[in-house]
């Protein structure tokens, strides 16, 4: 990359609260391109040969072939060799002391400031082959996003993305299949417990930040008001207002894009619902309800969800 800096939005947050639909969102925007989860590039992607969201597997897609093609350039990296450097950097518990790490030099952590440079190489073969000035990460691990201050050419925007817990450990519990996998499942203590961590992590790097670089959204608000939550992404990131891919309050019209790997929908084109999800006040286990409540207790308030979730509009708990 030459000029100025590439802007990366970055998602972070647990999954299954809606990082997939806002990052397709983004992507039919001027001048943005969603990534999808760029963390599982080399694994699942490359290592694994998922599909791209276009449908093709990701090492064929028109796009991808060429990103990769950009890379080799200055040199192949195997995309095993990059799975170690994440495998040994990219962890939840190394969240702060990658926040820690100062930018512009070397870090004297072989793998992290290897993996530095693969991600700075990476935006920017995406940004070349793209023309994208804003590229749209939904990886959602703060991990990840706790290392983008030390990437070069990269100037670095965090979305921190809540849904209520309780919704979260419904939807975990729940049968997802794409073209190529099944999500994984989990019960509600385990999709809790990484509910708290993921967003106590998410905490950490808006802080590392200063206040401009980053926002806080509730699923909740962003499905009620689609409109709003992106116009206030856009206005963070400072970009010229551009047309919103909505048809009417609800509705979003989608093309294909490129995303890896995540939830299915994200290969969902045409015209798409946006909607609450509340299935999970009617069905939702009672046991599964209390376990899930009582783990994410101290944070319920400060995200302004209730301890006793209040009924849906048909009546159901």
Known sequence: MTGTRLKVVYIMGRGRSGSTIIANLLNELDGFFAVGELHNLWRRGLGKREACACGVPVPECEVWSKVMESMRAPGDVPPARVVEWQTEVVRLRNTRKLLR??????????????????????????????????????????????????????????????????????????????????????????????????????????????????????????????????????????EPSAKLPFTDDQEAELGVNHSLSGNPSRFQTGTVEIRPDEKWRGEQARKDRLASTAMALPWLHRYGYPIRPTRSHDGRL
């Open 101 to 238: 790490k100062s930018q512009g030099r070397p870090t004297g952590w072989a793998a992290l400031d290897a993996y530095a440079r693969q991600l700075s190489s990476v935006y920017g073969a995406v940004a070349g082959v793209t023309g994208a000035a804003v590229v749209v990460d939904s990886s959602k691990r703060p991990e990840h996003g706790a290392l983008l201050h030390l990437v070069a050419d990269v100037d670095p925007y965090f979305i921190h993305l809540v849904r209520d817990p309780r919704a979260v450990a419904y939807s975990g519990r729940r049968h997802r299949a794409g073209l190529d996998r099944e999500l994984r499942r989990y019960g509600p203590v385990v999709s809790t417990f990484r509910w708290d961590k993921r967003n106590l992590a998410s905490e950490a790097v808006r802080g590392h930040h200063q206040p401009n670089r980053s926002l806080q959204l509730r699923y909740e608000d962003f499905v009620t008001q689609p409109h709003s939550s992106l116009a206030a992404i856009v206005e963070l990131l400072e």
